[in-house]
């Protein structure tokens, strides 16, 4: 099943690409590989769940704001690769969370967009993945997302 279908079998929209607040693009593409530029959780407009986890947002609600900036990177890789059918594979996820000094649950949070990658790509969408705690993000949010996909020849 190609990815398109199944992310609509899965009744998933990919977002608009965001627009860059400041000198850098969305993704960029250099031979087969695709990488994209740390993408926060936006959903329509706004930062989900805002807050550093650990210290005020859950491990749920973080894991929920994982998945929507790793749907938020997908669609930037998507856009450089020519389209989501363009992506034979996920390649890295690197997740940054937001964590209070104490938090050691950034893998947990961060299997969300993992497993999300996994739902559209099947074993194509296994990837390597670092998950690191860090003490803040851009715009207060919970959790950023990079990707590195390679498409099709």
């Known amino acids: 099943m190609s990815a398109a279908a199944k ?3 899965l ?11 400041g000198s850098y693009v969305p993704a960029t593409r250099h031979g087969d590989l695709v990488h994209t530029s ?3 959780p936006f959903v ?8 550093i986890v650990g210290a005020g947002v859950t491990v749920e609600q973080a894991a929920e704001a994982a998945r929507a900036a790793t749907l938020n990177a997908l669609a930037a890789a998507a856009q ?20 209070a000094p104490d938090f050691g649950q ?3 949070v961060m299997n969300a967009g993992s497993n999300l990658l996994v739902e559209i790509f099947g ?14 993000l851009p715009l207060r949010a ?4 990079e990707l590195v996909v390679a498409t099709r020849s």
């Not at 009744?11 to 607040?21: K, N, Q």
């Not at 074993?123 to 803040?136: L, P, Q």
């Not at 919970?142 to 997302?145: A, I």
Request: charged share 15%; proline share 8%.
């Open 11 to 21: 009744g998933i929209v990919l977002p608009e690409v965001a627009t860059p607040v």
């Open 106 to 108: 950034q893998p947990v």
């Open 80 to 99: 450089a690769a020519g389209g989501i059918d363009s992506i034979a594979r996920v390649v890295r996820l690197v997740g940054y969370v937001a964590s």
């Open 38 to 40: 740390g993408q926060v």
């Open 44 to 51: 329509n407009g706004a930062i989900l769940h805002p807050g």
């Open 123 to 136: 074993e194509a969408g296994r990837h390597v993945r670092s998950a690191v705690g860090v003490a803040s």
């Open 142 to 145: 919970p959790v950023e997302v």
């Open 7 to 9: 992310l609509a079998e």
